[in-house]
């Protein structure tokens, strides 16, 4: 079983930037597809980057794409970077993990995701 848990969550001005991780315990030799997602009041999850921890090719979502960048950190964290935040980031951010698969085609869909994190809070004010 992996456990997730992520940090780095707060509130910032537009412009300003925040450095998410996602600490993994337990069976991590497993878990092939790290992502995040968001999801704010009344919306849908949203998936916002992933990556194949093999490999570590990865995958970002056009709205974020060039203001936020997934890494692995270690063999146990991933981070996301988020620069040039926007009012529209604020979300609770969650991080999730494909265990055996890799990301695919199919990365940003939650239904994929067999483990969560409880989640980060990022706020972002105007």
């Known amino acids: 079983q992996v456990r997730l848990m992520e940090s780095g969550g707060g509130s910032v001005q537009a412009g300003g930037t925040l450095r998410l991780s996602c600490r993994a315990s337990g069976y991590t030799t497993r878990w092939n597809c790290v992502a995040w997602f968001r999801q704010a009041p009344g919306s849908e999850r949203e998936g916002v980057a992933a990556?194949?921890?093999?490999?570590?090719?990865t995958h970002t979502a056009d709205s974020v794409k060039g203001r936020f960048t997934v890494s692995r950190d270690d063999v146990t964290t991933v981070s996301l970077q988020m620069s040039n935040l926007k009012p529209e980031d604020t979300a609770m951010y969650f991080c999730a993990v494909k265990l055996d698969l890799s990301c695919g085609d199919l990365w940003s869909s939650p239904h994929h995701y067999n483990t969560w994190g409880q989640g980060t809070q990022v706020t972002v004010s105007s």
């Open positions: 990556i194949n921890t093999a490999n570590t090719y």
